[in-house]
T-cell receptor
Framework: GENVEQHPSTLSVQEGDSAVIKCTYS??????FPWYKQELGKRPQLIID?????GEKKDQRIAVTLNKTAKHFSLHITETQPEDSAVYFC??????????????FGTGTSLTVIP | KAGVTQTPRYLIKTRGQQVTLSCSPI?????VSWYQQTPGQGLQFLFE???????NKGNFPGRFSGRQFSNSRSEMNVSTLELGDSALYLC???????????FGQGTRLTVV
């Protein structure tokens, strides 16, 4: 089955700096890669996603890049703010739309933005 | 539009008992998937239901089961509870596979 590895497990940055979280996956059939943010005691919430036919996607201060050949994808947060502090999870989903939602998650990155 | 609703929010059960958790998806969503979240193992996929059929299953023992009703609401059941089953159980709903999944608040299960 799919195996997703995520690094680093913890990350501290100064407010205004950039943060980068990296994930690798093992199943070349995976074609949908969402990123979730989970604040303490709250549900995971999707912040950005990318499909395998796209190399990069950006939404304001957040961007995701995907390298299918190397099987890795990264989350980039620019101009970090204290409210960005949370645990971030990457995930990979194998198969097409008829195979269902079956996300394999990384182990999470605890991001702390220091004011 | 109401979000994904999970009940109950908290449960305390004794080892050996069984438990049923409920998940009501967003209206119009037909896919419901379940995940177990623990500090040590992170988020692990349990199973996914679509139109009352289990479409995918993760690597969990047969004590973990689920079902989906015609209104897309889903339940998961854990029989013969073990201490290691203590976790946050999250469900997520989506319109279709490989699309954005919306998570519920989760059910915190404690087995004593």
């Amino acid at each position: 089955g799919e195996n997703v590895e995520q690094h680093p497990s913890t990350l501290s940055v100064q407010e205004g700096d950039s943060a980068v979280i990296k994930c690798t996956y093992s199943d070349s059939a995976s074609n949908y890669f969402p990123w979730y943010k989970q604040e303490l005691g709250k549900r995971p919430q999707l912040i950005i996603d990318i499909r395998s036919n796209v190399g990069e996607k950006k939404d304001q201060r957040i961007a995701v890049t995907l390298n299918k050949t190397a099987k890795h994808f990264s989350l980039h947060i620019t101009e970090t703010q204290p409210e960005d502090s949370a645990v971030y999870f990457c995930a990979a989903s194998p198969g097409g739309s008829n195979t269902g939602n079956q996300f394999y998650f990384g182990t999470g990155t605890s991001l702390t933005v220091i004011p | 539009k109401a979000g994904v609703t999970q009940t109950p929010r908290y449960l305390i059960k004794t080892r050996g008992q069984q438990v049923t958790l409920s998940c009501s998806p967003i209206s119009g969503h037909r896919s419901v998937s379940w995940y177990q979240q623990t500090p040590g193992q992170g988020l692990q996929f349990l199973f996914e239901y679509f139109s009352e059929t289990q479409r995918n299953k993760g690597n969990f023992p047969g004590r973990f089961s689920g079902r989906q009703f015609s209104n897309s609401r889903s339940e998961m059941n854990v029989s013969t509870l073990e201490l290691g089953d203590s976790a946050l159980y999250l469900c997520a709903s989506s319109v279709e596979g490989n699309t954005e999944a919306f998570f519920g608040q989760g059910t915190r299960l404690t087995v004593v």
